[in-house]
């Protein structure tokens, strides 16, 4: 696995990054594509350190790709955002209601309550 800050313009060298760029500069704290893991810089501290919650959630995504398998992951994930949509949901409520972002969040959730969380 590789965590790797949002990548620059000039950075951009396949589609991962491209994805990544776009996911991050609109409004993602973090996207996970296969077993690489982008977070946008701005969670980033000056030392490199980055909230362990946000860690655990992508961590978990990993888990997800590597369990389901890269095109049904991303099927399912994009299937599920749909459905949520198609049933009236805004587009947080949507994303906040796709069973993998649940799975994620609950990882996140379970870290120990010492742990500074990013949110």
Known sequence: MLIRRTPMLGEIRDAASVVAYAALKTRASGITLGN???I???FFSDDGDIPLDLVAH???????????????FL???VRDYAFGLTKGLGDR??????PYEV??????NALPLYVVRSE
């Open 36 to 38: 690489r893991v982008f």
């Open 40 to 42: 946008r810089r701005e």
């Open 58 to 72: 992508e961590v978990a995504h990993v888990v997800q790709f590597l369990r389901d398998g890269t095109l049904p």
């Open 75 to 77: 099927l399912r994930y």
């Open 93 to 98: 409520s949507a994303y906040m209601a796709i």
């Open 103 to 108: 799975e994620a969040r609950q990882v996140a």
